[in-house]
């Protein structure tokens, strides 16, 4: 099995699940926290791959509901300065295996990459923040 490098928001609860997932599986975690991460724009960058900028985004981060920032028209550059002073900003988690890096945690992208137990199916979504999804609810 796989060595996760997993950049999480410490507390987060699908971040939870999502490593429950992992390790379920069989990998091995190293839980590395998003908010603190000094981050450059190269490294940062190295996660989002060939991702349009609206995709690297946390929709659920503070900023983003307020409309205070607003990824449909951001270019590349300002989207990685944005992150690099907000880090609540980044769409969680990034995540590394190897030299491999990614955004999110679409399950069946993470599966055909490292692989997932697929006995229990997942039939929730684990990247809305369930804390905004409570909220527009009520």
């Known amino acids: 099995m796989s060595t996760v490098i997993f950049y999480e928001k410490p507390g987060c609860t699908n971040n939870k699940k999502q490593k ?30 060939n991702l349009p900028v609206k995709e690297w985004f946390n929709y659920t981060a503070p900023r983003v ?28 988690p990034l995540i590394q295996v190897g ?18 137990k697929a006995e229990v199916p997942v039939n929730e979504d684990l990247e809305t923040c369930p804390r905004t999804k409570a909220a527009i609810s009520h």
């Open 65 to 92: 509901k307020s409309g205070d920032v607003n990824p449909e028209f951001l270019d590349e550059n300002t989207a990685l300065e944005l992150m690099m002073a907000d880090p609540l900003l980044i769409r969680r």
């Open 20 to 49: 429950a997932l992992l390790l379920e599986a069989g990998h091995q975690i190293q839980p590395e926290n998003l908010l603190t991460t000094t981050w450059t724009k190269e490294k940062l960058r190295s996660f989002f791959g």
């Open 99 to 116: 030299d491999v890096q990614t955004v999110g945690f679409n399950l069946e992208k993470i599966n055909a990459w490292i692989g997932l």
